[in-house]
């Protein structure tokens, strides 16, 4: 096999492939959805929420979307009951459902100012990260790295500590530097590293456990233009060689495909003035083509991996998919197909080994999954609850389609990340409670304490946010 695939390539070798599954008797049907979301629309009961990938849902008994600061506090301190913050309801795990009020900051949006000499810009908490990045274009600036989709709010995005790849770069909670609250007892309070230090470093990853921000004060860098080439590699080979990947590209990542030797790999750099913006369209529906590709070939007894593997690295010509154009334009991409997701960040020594485990499982024990598995490098930090306290770190994501079961995928590879000393993100799928977290971060009591402070009659927790922090 060729090391380089092309993506337009392989996607029509998988359509092919794909197509053979649409003959009748060939396709194997999809489990279908699994989890009953438990809340319905009924007519003159609150609108139901619900989660962008539809496994998390609540009815809460109010929702609400102040639109100025001083209604953020006055909703604070004239309630008394529940209340959990909303941002762009993308995170998997079930941080944000409640019965008692939801509140979104979707209309506390934009930049509020920039400064360019200390390199930083207040946003509204409820702006979304594509907001931002033509807002802070606009003002010459941009954030160093941005998560592969920019749906999410500022505040959401930072409440999870959200990251992208790059080994020279933390996550969004590793670029706040000041952050306007409203506390659960309705007091706005500003902390930074100097202003308030404890709760500053509880909030900047904070779960939405100790109030509602309003503004964030983010670091930023001049504006920059990117060039991202993607193209389908050996994985194995790519292994091998990680130590100059990561060295050699301002953001590198790979996608590798379970069943196969087959990854999107994606080197991004930065661009000067005489790059070309190309921004070559996309399709996010191709991992459809993919499962068609998998279940015509893929559970074929015996040779099926041998045969799905095949297909996929036919019409090989290592041309590479090149975008490139503004930073925050080439950094993210669409997802348009649901999916759930659990990851966990293991010490970035141990990435590669870990990888390869949870590859060798899933052959070995015939797990029938084709979502590819996404591999990424993010700095260490000094925030309390960052996934990368302390340790640089590589993040390793298995995705299931949202219309078949993930849990017996999930429950198989879960246990690789544990063995690795994994940290699970907070936005996404784990199984972990307080008892196992509390050891993985060595400022766990310290955020517990600034939780009981602001929090003290716990109206912010729901029953998740209970089973994690052991409250
Ligand atoms: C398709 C997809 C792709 C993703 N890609 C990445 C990725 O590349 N990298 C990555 O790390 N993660 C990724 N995620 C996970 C996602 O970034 C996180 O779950 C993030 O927290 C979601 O932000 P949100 O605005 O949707 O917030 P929500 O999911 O609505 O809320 C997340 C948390 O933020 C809190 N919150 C929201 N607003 C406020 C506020 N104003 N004040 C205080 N707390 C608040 C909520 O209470 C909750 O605890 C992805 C998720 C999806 C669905």
Redesign the pocket.
Known sequence: MKNDLNRRDLLKAAFVAGSIGLLPGCRQETTGPTQSLGVDYVEGEPLPWI???SNQACRPAERLAPATEESLVELLTQTSGSI??????????A??PTDGSL?A?DLLSGVISTDDERQQAEVW??TRLHQLGPALEAHGQALTNL???D???I???T??????TGVSMG?LSSLVSGMT?VTPKGELVQCSRENEPDLFRAAQC?????????RVVIDTVPKFDLVEHSSFENVFDILEDIEAEKANNRHFEFLVFPHTSIALVIRTNEADESTPRVLTPEDPTAVYQIRDAYQSLGTVPVVGDYLYDFALSQGLDGEAQVRSGASHVVLTHD?VVR?R?M?YTVPAEVGPDCVQEILDTIKSKNIPVVFPIEYRYVQADDVWMSMFYEQDGC?ISVHQFADEDHRAYFAEIEPIFWKYGGRP????LHTLDHSELSKLYPHWKDFLAVREAVDPTGRMLNTHLKQLLGV
């Open positions: 989660n962008w990938s959990r913050p909303v941002g762009s309801g993308h995170s998997f795990s941080l944000v509140v900051t908490s409820g998560p592969d989709i749906y999410q709010t505040a959401g995005a409440a999870t500590s959200t990251h992208g996550s609250l904070g779960l939405g456990a100790l109030g509602v921000a309003s997802r999916f997701e990851e993040s993100h907070w936005g996404k």
